[in-house]
């Protein structure tokens, strides 16, 4: 009989526990969890408080009791693994009730410990205004310190999935926020431009969002009123109500009335660094494609391990849900004798950020730079479907490929309806291993009120092929503003749109159905940078110019990614 | 300089044009059609009937005008082409305004000719408020019936695209409706039991649907009331006028205002039948991959054409917007020199029915069936995302594979959010050549508000590698009407379930969760057929039963299934 221990019963260690037992009826099976809840739905917890998702109890998708009725799992939760003797294969673990000691023994034990937020050595942030968010009783404080004290000011550090979820919660809430985030911008799985448009709608929503700007000290204040035992206040209460005067690194001052610190996670590896087990160059728990750490009969799952790039095959951090619960799986399936192989994670992630989602799937131009990789990217603006369909929204999509062999390095996607979508679909063609000449040819659903003829997808696929095949000469946002004196700046719009929408400073305006009239107005000596909105009728330009013998770029995105790159 | 001559200005043809144009400055390219308008949005004819799309001028993309000033495209509305001369390489052209007829040589003919709807021979049909739908001016003809008539009922025959589109024009003008489809389905590329969903939403909207019937015959009844012409009424007014009596193959009497004859397309091959050039089996024009006819300098593409079909390779008729969208532009690709194949057509659709989104693509089993292609089925019903989060849906999909191989032959899928989405995902995946097992690792975009951990692709992958693996043994929704003696149908619902949502008659009722504790009620001598509502828990069950020395087998896709199938 194969007796597993789990430790950690939430998203991986459940679906490890889940699938254990599926596979075997005799195997006996522990969940360890230091917590008081197992398989609970952390990715909800930002959504309680803000009030979208108003019962606390769906949230709680097992208990203990669930578990064991259905999978015969032992569930002890409160029951924290102190340490693990991998020679005689036993763990010792404390109740956190009693504080009382036992040894647990092994065939195979799942470390799926997860990860703790980050909170850096700031000064003053250990009061009872200043919260992280991981788990249910996190969240249950959170909610009571904006019950007790019904805050009038939030502030929130942290522009990643945590800080951005809580920042709109906030904003349900009717209770101005703060959004703090130390680099140039939010959502740091996509590029600069492409946060812009994140950070245009947080900031059309009201959010005071200060990018580029630290936290640098916190000051609790508390409130002196005297709680009063008369009226039904508690202790309690009164020690919670107070302010924050905080110091930001831009040397401003910003009173709050509560703070959320969301800047990352770091793996939980103090067990198994003091087991000997290895950990990896960015501190997870190093494992094998099997989920086997180094210890044959122990292995880890989730947010503490580091995963293998699907692209580069380097080790990752990668704290998300669906690979952690797939992984889980996988590690139960192996603990039972299967053979199976993780591979490899992409990272494909989606945050919404009020009425936007923003997404992004394998790595972004930064991580190709920065590990020297030759790319070529291009960005397309397309109705989410047909345009003369109701509800259409604009689909603002990037994809970066290899400019030799096609290969898909990554993509990202902003807009209001249909990013999740597109993002599934380069995440599917990445990791079939498609290039992006052969999503020319992907057939996708199209009806009117779901899609176009030619998808967001097939659009990107050929303006990059066009790149590929010498029949399109890019130029990118961020050269624009430094031209030289041999380029001159062609805005191909109609006036109006110049005039509702903006322009680049110094451009010559023809529009595009009236270029073959008037394209002699253009030097032939001077290298011609086409710009429109989104930049297909640049390309109409841009071919008309090169076909008559003229140098010519077209801006790849347009006028929109040029704009939003500032946002 | 190369002269290109288009016939047909709509999806494919339009595409060719300004790609061309794009690829060449100097080549002259005349497009011929002979309706009034060039490039507009037939699939969204049955909208701007319905009023969904308010404004006409939306369904008009491009005119003549418009092509000219960006594409520099000569664009002849009201041009038929009568005849084609190949030696010569000239068309002969009729303008429909005079009459009269002039001869246009070219280099290359590339043909869009569309298809057209088929009308049966059944008698009485050729009366003024009998329609059908392809292009601007049937849909005016059809706008102008309702507006004079004001009908009370309509009537549509066949459940496809247009059929369905139109049976809900007419519900959102408030008009009662009965739709006719002479199969036991509507929506054919989907599969009987996945079209039980699309018939209890139309029921469900108060459309009378009548399967398995077929129009008789029909009989015009012009109303007698005299046109007044002092109140402004027109000769034309009055012949519109009239009622329609239906007899219907199942001898029932119909009496309707305005019927909408929509059984199916079938490809317009007047041209190059008398041209010589060859058809294939199904009656469309036979192209190459390269989108060649059997002559050379004639190209063509769009429903007019057999495409090959992706999975077999087989000839087939998929009159499909992108489609041909695509082809005209690797069309002209061609013509210009560069050598581009098509890779074949899976046959990607989705239809909106009410609330209702419905989508397939790749193979469906009626046609494996036919072909003798061993074939495996999965079904499952997910939330489209977090079950926790407001506003989920469920996803009813359905995965066709080879049971040996893993090869995803077809999918299906229906629901209220996400369909479209899903069947994306299959639709890459297939055309990448990736098999369910692959399916597994998808590593899809997963926020609450978005999707789940596990999604539903990941779900129906986990199931049909279940069954690959022999982890799980499948019974299927149209096997349990007809059990035997030795087999006992257990429902591991809870008996809350039971009540509220039906049950199977003759089943045992054992909740899952009560399972290891009552297994000894269940005989060992039987085969233990397990349902539940979706398959996941019978699954659960399952397990059990076989690792405790049971035989069992598990309905896939649960009591969902087996009901809607009946649908």
């Given at each position: ?5 789990i430790?950690g019963?939430?998203a ?6 889940a699938?254990?037992?599926r596979l ?18 952390n ?22 009791d ?8 032992d569930?002890?939760?409160m ?18 009730t009693d ?11 799942l ?29 249950d ?5 904006i ?20 920042a ?12 703090l ?8 799985p ?5 946060a ?15 990018l580029?700007?630290?936290l640098s ?5 508390p ?7 008369d ?12 302010k924050?005067n ?40 190093q494992?094998?494609?099997s ?28 704290p998300l ?9 996988m590690?139960a ?18 945050c919404k ?19 020297g990789t030759?790319?070529e990217?291009v960005f ?12 259409a ?7 970066l490929?290899d ?5 898909i390095?990554?993509?990202q ?6 990013i ?6 380069i995440?599917?063609a990445q ?15 199209y ?6 003829a ?30 030289s004196d041999?380029?001159l ?13 903006g ?14 009239q008037?394209?002699h107005e253009l ?12 930049g297909?009728r ?5 071919r ?23 946002a």
């Open positions: 009989m194969t007796k597993i221990v430790v019963g939430v991986g260690g459940a679906s490890a526990a699938r254990a037992r075997s009826e005799e195997a006996e099976i522990i969940i360890l969890e230091r917590g008081n809840f197992v398989s609970f739905a990715c909800g917890l930002p959504y309680h408080i803000g009030g979208e998702i108003q019962e606390r109890s769906k949230l709680l998708l097992q208990t203990p669930s578990f064991l009725a259905r999978f015969n799992v569930v002890r939760v029951n924290e693994v102190t340490h693990i003797d991998k020679t005689a294969k036993t763990v010792t673990v404390k109740r956190l504080g009382s000691e036992y040894t647990e023994n092994y065939d195979f034990l470390l799926s410990p997860g990860a703790a937020p980050v909170v850096p050595p700031i000064p003053g942030l250990d009061n009872p205004l200043t919260h992280t968010l991981r788990n249910i009783p996190d969240m404080k959170i909610i009571q310190t019950q007790m004290n019904k805050p009038e000011h939030a502030t929130v550090v942290g522009g990643g999935f945590i800080g951005l979820e809580m709109e919660a906030f904003h349900r809430l009717g209770i101005p926020t703060t959004l985030e130390m680099a140039d911008q939010v959502m740091t996509t590029d600069r431009e492409m812009g448009f994140a950070h245009a709608e947080i900031r059309h929503k009201g959010i005071d969002l200060r580029k700007t630290a000290a916190a000051e609790f204040i409130n002196m009123t005297v709680a009063s035992e009226a039904g206040q508690s202790d309690q209460h009164q020690h919670l109500e107070g924050l905080l110091t930001l690194s831009s040397g401003d001052l910003l009173t709050t009335d509560i703070l959320i610190m969301a800047i990352g996670v770091r793996p939980e590896t103090r067990l198994v660094t003091e087991a000997g087990l290895e950990t990896g160059p960015l501190g997870g728990i494992v094998n494609p989920m086997q750490t180094s210890d044959p009969s122990i292995y880890a799952v989730g947010d503490a391990i580091e995963d293998a790039d699907f692209v580069t095959g380097q080790p990752t951090l990668v849900a669906g690979p952690a619960n797939r992984q889980g799986r590690a399936d192996n603990m039972l004798g299967r053979n199976e192989t993780y591979q490899g994670t992409q990272g494909t992630a989606i950020i009020f009425d936007l989602a923003i997404a992004s799937t394998g790595k972004n131009e930064k991580q190709l730079r920065r590990d030759v790319y990217k397309v603006h397309t109705a989410s479907h047909a345009g003369y369909y109701p509800g929204e604009i689909v603002s999509f990037k994809l490929f400019p030799q062999s096609g290969q390095f990554g993509a996607a902003a807009g209001k309806d249909g999740d979508k597109r993002i599934d679909v995440a599917v990791r079939a291993g498609m290039t992006v000449a052969q999503l020319q040819h992907l057939e996708l659903t009806a009117p009120p779901y899609g176009s030619k998808d967001v997808i097939n659009q990107a696929a050929f303006v990059a092929t066009n790149i590929m095949k010498g029949d399109a000469t890019p130029i990118h946002f961020d050269e624009i503003d430094h031209l041999n380029q700046l062609l805005d191909v719009r109609n006036p109006g749109e110049l005039e509702n929408v322009y680049i400073e110094g451009a010559v305006n023809i529009p595009v159905d009236e270029l073959r008037r394209m030097p032939k000596d001077k290298e011609i940078i086409i710009y429109c909105q989104v297909l640049g390309n109409v330009a841009y008309q110019l090169v076909n008559h013998g003229y140098k010519a770029r077209n801006l790849i995105g347009g006028y929109r990614t040029y704009c939003f790159a500032k």
